[in-house]
């Protein structure tokens, strides 16, 4: 079983769409949440500890996460996919461009 955290800022509209899509997968557990302090479920260590993996949707996402809890980073894989934040909660395209970026790596 693959642990998967998605990461966006607000967790309103692409980390929740992909905690979905790949919620459907049977290998898969997944968890999403925000870098922003008024996500909706905002990004904490135990989140980081509890998840394989850690998408982010931008660089900008990454460089937070690595500057706020870099010793909780350590064995980690940081993935970033470059989805910018312009799609709908989960939007056709971004349900499309998701699974094209994501499934590689699990």
Not at 33 to 59: H, K, T, Y
Not at 73 to 102: F, G, H, S, T
Request: net charge neutral; proline share 6%.
């Amino acid at each position: 079983m693959i642990k998967a955290l998605f990461v966006c800022s607000q967790n309103r509209l692409r980390s929740p769409t992909a905690e979905q899509v790949f919620s459907e997968y049977e290998s898969i557990e997944c968890a999403s949440a925000g870098v922003d302090s008024s996500a909706n479920v905002p990004l904490d260590p135990e989140l980081i500890e509890w998840a394989d993996v850690i998408f982010v949707m931008e660089r900008a996402h990454r460089n937070k996460i690595t500057k706020k809890f870099k010793p909780y980073l350590k064995n980690k894989r940081l993935i970033v996919l470059d989805i910018p934040d312009e799609y709908d909660y989960m939007d056709p395209l971004l349900i499309q461009l998701l699974k094209a970026k994501v499934t590689r790596f699990l």
